[in-house]
């Protein structure tokens, strides 16, 4: 085993930054919106996770959409940050069921009911294709799948791309991929 040695940093002050801002256009590859599970950890939550345990979890990761996995780590669905609301919590509270009974997987969007897009697809696609498909879908994520080895690769999310495009918004507004391509068009 090799010895490293330990500085100081009291004389450091700077830091370094990526020499290029990546500049994203309609005309950009599909792939360059893409968090590609390859290269950043997919965020997950269990699906016997408490709902009312789900809001804080994900207020604290700054994110507002999971993956929801089973007990053996299978993909089984996503849930976003909109499902878990107040709103939606109460209305599934009966005389049987308290809102400290609700699970992840009572709110989740499962598996079977997701359209995604596929990876292979995509390697030829700009990001005008991807907004383009999903104008109309009022969604702020879209999975991205490769099917020929039956995996999830990746995600692409509308405040991603508003982020990589450089598009202020408000943390709180749902962000569609419809108002990005309106945003793209001009």
Sequence with gaps: MKNLTLYNTESIDELVWPNDQLSVSKNTPALNILTDFRHNLPRVIGANVKAIDVE????????KMKLVVDTNN?????????????????KK??????????LVSDFMHPRESLKCFDYTELTNATVSDVLETQKNNHQQHCLVIDREKHEIRGLISARDVARLIQRSFDIEEHLSFKALFKELEV
Aim: proline letters at 0%; zero cysteines; glycine letters at 6%.
């Design 56 to 63: 804080a979890m994900m207020k604290l990761a700054h994110v």
């Design 93 to 102: 509270v009966n005389k049987s069921t308290s809102r400290g009974e609700l």
């Design 74 to 90: 299978k993909f089984v669905g996503f849930i976003t940050l909109t499902d878990i609301s107040e709103e939606n919590l109460l």
